[in-house]
T-cell receptor, first 114, second 117 residues
């Protein structure tokens, strides 16, 4: 069965410093992995997705993530945090096992300090 | 394109009342889903549909019904509301994957915040 673990429920960084949001997954098959962002009282927006074409995936707003099969990880990074990055971030896994289901992590709330 | 739209944005119900949350998409996506979001639990799948006339249960289906008569619409019905159904509800849609892999991303609506007293 597939699962996803976001290792930090809250992360605080200062503006201009790097961001690292950690995600580990478990999947029986080659997974598709996604990062979504949710700003307060808003819906979810796709940041980036991994679908086996390249292990380093670039997304919107300067975010990127690296798929590491040996570590079963898909951590989200950004070189320099901006105040507008403050939001909740969800790591999502879906595998080719035949079910349609996406499995969401419990989320990481990112706080950016001025 | 409006994308995925949901109505209402907010709703307060009393225990035992019924209501329907509306969801519509104009992207001609075959797949649609309903999720609920509760603090510290991420999003959990309630029901999903892979096309008109085809629905199936997700992780937390109890107390909810769905139907899919058209590609565009996927309403979620609460039969007899309970306080445990207080949550934020999201509808999502996506295109089916070609060849089964990779999965395409889902597009989400803005959500409906439901409170059951």
């Amino acid at each position: 069965a597939q699962s996803v673990t976001q290792l930090d429920s809250h992360v605080s960084v200062s503006e201009g410093t790097p961001v690292l949001l950690r995600c580990n997954y478990s999947s029986s098959y080659s997974p598709s992995l996604f990062w979504y962002v949710q700003h307060p009282n808003k819906g979810l927006q796709l940041l980036l997705k991994y679908t086996s074409a390249a292990t380093l995936v670039k997304g919107i707003n300067g975010f990127e993530a690296e798929f590491k099969k040996s570590e079963t990880s898909f951590h989200l990074t950004k070189p320099s945090a901006h105040m507008s990055d403050a939001a909740e971030y969800f790591c999502v896994v879906s595998d080719r096992g035949g079910t349609y289901k996406y499995i969401f992590g419990t989320g990481t709330r990112l706080k950016v300090l001025a | 394109n409006a994308g995925v739209t949901q109505t209402p944005k907010f709703q307060v119900l009393k225990t035992g009342q019924s209501m329907t949350l509306q969801c519509a998409q104009d992207m001609n996506h075959e797949y649609m889903s309903w999720y609920r979001q509760d603090p510290g639990m991420g999003l959990r799948l309630i029901h999903y549909s892979v096309g008109a006339g085809i629905t199936d249960q997700g992780e937390v289906p109890n107390g909810y019904n769905v139907s899919r008569s058209t590609t565009e619409d996927f309403p979620l019905r609460l039969l007899s509301a309970a306080p445990s159904q207080t949550s934020v509800y999201f509808c999502a849609s996506r295109r089916p994957s070609t060849g089964g892999f990779p999965y395409n991303e889902q597009f989400f609506g803005p959500g409906t915040r439901l409170t059951v007293l």
